[in-house]
């Protein structure tokens, strides 16, 4: 059975918060409550650079955006 690449890493952090409990609300928040590994990556980093720049949702929407319109085109 071929499973694409988003569902295996769903799979593996569901996985992960059953035997560590105490990265639940991490994996959950970054992978598990993303509808894909672009939503995923553009959270992560907008997480990131929300320490420096007010604007985290708008850098998330500006990455998603960019990282799906990539996607389309290739």
Not at 34 to 41: I, K, T
Request: glycine content about 2%.
């Amino acid at each position: 059975m071929d499973i694409d690449f988003w569902t295996q890493v769903t799979n593996d952090a569901r996985k992960l918060i059953d035997t560590e409990a105490f990265l639940c609300t991490s994996v959950y928040s970054c992978v598990l409550s993303q509808h894909s590994f672009e939503a995923a990556l553009s959270f992560i980093l907008a997480k990131k650079n929300s320490k420096q720049s007010p604007g985290s949702h708008a850098i998330k929407r500006n990455f998603s955006t960019k990282l799906c319109h990539s996607s389309v085109d290739s």
